[in-house]
């Protein structure tokens, strides 16, 4: 059974930093694309950071360039999201996800088929 699960979420001043971490079990995803995408409440559901296979190719929406950072773990099955300098419009639940096997960078959420149950980050103003 395919599972992924974040941690690192949780309340934070506005300037502050968080690191989630997104630990994927049950199959490898070395050369599938993975992502961040994040939901605030009455919001729908946008994608924040995504990264492909080899780690080299990386996108970030506007309202998070320069202060967050997707990395990943091939060998540990894991990515990251180091986020800095963190505005109350940061917050919202925040899932990651995993695609099929492919070269490509991919943004759109159609693209990633596994999902993990979100952890909460709220930043106070």
């Known amino acids: 059974q395919v599972q992924l699960v974040e941690s690192g979420g949780g309340l934070v001043q506005a300037g502050g930093s968080l690191r989630l971490s997104c630990a994927a079990s049950?199959?490898?995803?070395?050369?599938?694309?993975m992502a961040w995408f994040r939901q605030a409440p009455g919001k729908e559901r946008e994608v924040a950071a995504t990264?492909?296979?080899?780690?080299?190719?990386?996108y970030y929406t506007d309202s998070v360039k320069g202060r967050f950072t997707i990395s990943r773990d091939r060998v540990r099955n894991t990515v990251y999201l180091q986020m800095n300098s963190l505005k109350p419009e940061d917050t919202a639940v925040y899932y990651c996800?995993?695609?099929?096997?492919?070269?490509?960078?991919?943004?759109?959420?159609?693209?990633?088929?596994?999902w993990g149950q979100g952890t909460q980050v709220t930043v106070s103003s």
């Open positions: 996800a995993a695609g099929q096997a492919d070269a490509a960078l991919k943004t759109s959420s159609r693209d990633y088929i596994y």
């Open positions: 049950g199959r490898t995803f070395s050369s599938s694309p």
């Open positions: 990264i492909n296979w080899t780690g080299r190719s990386t």
